[in-house]
Nanobody
Framework: QVQLVESGGGLGQAGGYLGVSCAASGRTISDYVVAWFRQAPGKGREFVAASTWSGTNTYYAASVKGRFTMSRDNAKNTAYLQMINLKPEDTAVYYC?????????????????WGQGTQVTVSS
């Protein structure tokens, strides 16, 4: 099973930008669909973006489309999420997830490997 470690995030301002990274180890991420989810206090885990194995296809939640960009560098075994035009409602813990053959992209139940999460806080 692949191990995932998120980094980056932190405190940003509304309208600003932040980035988070997901470093994989133990397996090569080219064998995995990689996704980003987020969880705000008192809420469930929400789909943000997913990238297929070679990175050919990337899917976004409507709430982040046009503002967030997911990429992956399979040679570095790392996935990224660049966030621009931040909003206070983007405040959450951001998790990286991976699965070799998820049944779909949008539910956290489809992913078997998870990182520990990294906090993103956006001030207004």
């Amino acid at each position: 099973q692949v191990q995932l470690v998120e980094s980056g995030g932190g405190l940003g301002q509304a309208g600003g930008y932040l980035g988070v990274s997901c470093a994989a180890s133990g397996r090569t991420i080219s064998d995995y669909v990689v996704a980003w989810f987020r969880q705000a206090p008192g809420k469930g885990r929400e789909f943000v973006a997913a990238s297929t194995w070679s990175g050919t296809n990337t899917y976004y939640a409507a709430s982040v489309k046009g503002r967030f960009t997911m990429s992956r560098d399979n040679a570095k075994n790392t996935a990224y999420l660049q966030m621009i035009n931040l909003k206070p409602e983007d405040t959450a813990v951001y998790y990286c997830a991976a699965d070799k053959s998820p049944l779909g992209y949008y539910s956290p139940n489809y992913y078997t490997s998870w990182g520990q999460g990294t906090q993103v806080t956006v001030s207004s």
